[in-house]
């Protein structure tokens, strides 16, 4: 597949490059890229005039170079426009702010300890006088009465700048937050003041407010908690108040991708009516009405489950498939691929930082790549094996080009994915096939009823399944990373493997070879670079003390009175990102001065969790030779003497 026959790939590719390293050129002077994209674009006029006098082939490899470049340079921009933080009028530049008049976004969502919404700033309190401002504002208060989208409100108090993670490796829920613009949270004690008129709705918002009512409907016929969240989840996207026991079992058996709607979802909804009808047999008037019906639904299938990334992605090109068959055409499905992610990133260009657009992208050009390649191994006679065959190639291709990704953000990898695939995609199939008309019929109460009896039904033989998959030996490897090296690496080698095995070129098995190698002396280097660490981490935590002291490729642990939730999300993320190393007992002692560590060098130390620093005792009263047991009685009390 030549790469010039497909523009929009070889555009888009390095525009989204250019918005991809825009957070990393965001403290330049914008007259720098600006710059040095009008140089490029100078440099471009004067060698294509020189090609079109001259005619020479010399400009060929300058001219695509100098038009990337541009290109580049253009995502650069263009994301500098978008971003909020380069709005005078935005909260980020306001100070001394008694209040604000905000619009209410969404629907509230319950909470452990309260009750969560987002408002749109539309004027700021300062000094009395009430200023134009932007801004959205992650708002957190008791319930005390409903916020619904439309809401004026006025909130006393100035909302505050989400604070950046504070223990390394875990999870920045700032930068999270920041690439969908949002910068400031708000806990209100008191109360929030309603006023007597509304914000216009807007399509967010009156859809938001569908959905709630939709969800209520599931609430209502669905009495079993399990199949309530699964279906909220799979037909209207919401899984948030899905409980942790029923997420680790589907995650176990690698079929959580069903349960946020994606592409696989848009794409059942799109292909259900091509089972009954086959457009490219109509007339073209009747094919145009059919496939805009089918278009219509697809996106108000994708607005109502909350056009997440993927399902953007899905829609987009189904839409662009669906126009091309209007004319009876069987378009190239790179060229309606890269023209989505292109129509996506102008209309959010932070869009390239959410992990379900990486793994959506990911995951269909696998598909597109690999899938062809594994689906020609064999060829079944049987129909019915024939089709679990090729669901199986699916899986094995999609698996293939996300697995890096999965390891960089999630840690594990299910190793009975392809199993429980086998089973996952034709359930989620029959559970949309109940599952829509059950939302549309939900009215009727008898309708909805008996449907939604079949619907719950279904799920619960359905989770039956996947929690047994979660019992089976190794069913999950944990504790694995990857990070953005070796990941560039690993795809370039998957993709020299499959034109190896697809053409057989001695170029690319020799190709193959040196990716491998790179990809084993990068994990050499790391490994090597691991034996330098010296260096203790004191974990803030809520409760509890935990110290890790990473020491020459292992790591020494202290912990006591650490909640589980605690370790899972603030100590072991730093532990997998550092390769996971052997573990063993940091010795340590309680007095009544607190709490004394033996280093692996076998030097006493004091710690002080508050002041989060670890200091030497000058006095050396204790011989490392001795033994204790962590956090065991004080036999022979060291020295209260230290220094920093």
């Not at 009465?145 to 504070?166: A, F």
């Not at 309603?194 to 569908?210: E, F, I, M, S, T």
């Not at 280097?525 to 034996?531: C, D, G």
Request: proline fraction near 7%; glycine fraction near 6%; aromatic fraction near 16%.
């Amino acid at each position: 597949m030549p790469f010039n026959q497909f523009p929009f790939l070889r555009y888009v590719l390095f525009f989204v490059f250019g918005v991809w390293i825009y957070p990393y050129t965001r403290d330049l002077y914008v007259g720098v890229w600006l710059g040095a994209a009008c140089f490029l674009f100078g440099c471009y006029l004067v060698l294509l005039l020189l090609d079109l006098r001259i005619q020479t082939r010399f400009f060929s490899l300058p001219l695509p170079m100098l038009a990337y470049g541009i290109l580049i340079l253009s995502g650069v921009g263009f994301a500098s426009l978008r971003d909020s933080k380069n709005d005078p009028d935005h909260l980020l530049h306001q100070v001394a702010i008694e209040g604000y008049l905000a619009a209410v976004h969404g629907v509230d969502e319950p909470k452990a300890r309260s009750v969560a919404n987002k408002v749109e700033v539309l004027m700021i309190n300062r000094e009395g006088q009430f200023l134009p401002s932007k801004g959205t504002v992650l708002l957190y208060h008791m319930g005390e009465l409903e916020l619904r989208p439309g809401d004026l409100v006025y909130i006393e108090g100035q909302p505050s700048r989400i604070e950046p993670p504070i223990n390394p490796g875990e999870f920045d829920y700032r930068l999270f937050l920041e690439r969908q613009q949002v910068y400031f949270r708000h806990f209100v004690r008191g109360s929030i003041i309603h006023l007597n008129q509304k914000h216009p709705l807007g399509w967010r918002q009156r859809v938001a407010l569908v959905r709630q009512e939709l969800s209520a409907r599931i609430d209502r016929y669905l009495i079993d908690s399990h199949a309530n969240q699964i279906a909220n989840a799979l037909l209207l996207g919401q899984k948030d108040s899905m409980e942790p026991t029923l997420k680790e079992a589907y995650a176990t058996a690698g079929a959580m991708h069903i349960l946020a709607v994606s592409g696989l979802h848009v794409g059942i909804v799109y292909g259900f009516f091509f089972l009954f009808w086959k457009p490219q047999r109509l007339p073209v008037i009747r094919r145009s009405l059919f496939l805009t019906l089918v278009i219509v639904l697809v996106w108000g299938y994708a607005v109502i489950t909350g056009l997440s990334p993927s399902v953007l992605r899905a829609a987009t090109m189904f839409t662009l498939i669906g126009l091309a068959q209007m004319k009876s055409r069987s378009p190239s499905i790179f060229n309606p691929l890269a023209l989505s992610a292109l129509l996506l990133v102008l209309y959010d260009p932070f869009v390239v930082h959410a992990v379900g657009f990486q793994l959506s992208y990911a995951a269909l050009v696998g598909i597109l790549v690999f899938q062809p390649v594994i689906v020609s191994w064999w060829t079944p006679t049987s129909k019915l094996v024939d089709y679990f065959w090729q669901i199986a190639s699916v899986s094995v291709a999609a698996q293939l080009a996300t697995f890096p990704l999965t390891l960089h953000y999630f840690n594990s990898f299910p190793t009975y994915f392809l199993f429980s695939n086998l089973l996952a995609i034709p359930a989620a199939f029959f559970i949309m096939v109940i599952g829509i008309p059950f939302l549309l019929f939900s009215p009727i109460p008898f309708l909805a009823s008996w449907l939604g009896k079949l619907l719950e039904g279904f799920i619960t033989v359905f989770n039956q399944l996947m929690y047994s998959i979660q019992f089976l030996p190794r069913a999950r490897l944990d504790n694995l990373y990857m990070d953005w090296v070796e990941m560039v690496i690993v795809w370039l080698l998957i993709a020299l493997l499959f034109w190896w095995l697809a053409q057989r070129r001695r170029l690319a098995y020799q190709l193959a070879l040196l990716a491998l190698s790179i990809l084993v002396c990068y994990r050499f280097w790391i490994l090597f670079e691991s034996y330098k660490w010296e260096e203790p981490v004191i974990y803030r935590l809520s409760g509890g003390v935990a110290v890790d002291w990473f020491f020459r490729g292992v790591v020494y642990s202290y912990e006591q009175g650490v909640s589980p939730e605690e370790y899972r999300y603030k100590v072991l993320p730093n532990r997998i990102q550092r390769g996971y190393p052997p573990s063993y007992p940091l010795l340590g002692m309680n007095s009544g001065g607190g709490t004394y560590l033996l280093s692996p060098n076998n030097e006493w130390f004091f710690l002080d969790p508050k002041r989060g620093l670890v200091r030497k005792l000058v006095e050396a009263g204790l011989k490392g030779d001795q033994t204790y047991l962590p956090g065991g009685p004080l036999l022979s009390p060291p020295a209260e003497e230290y220094s920093d």
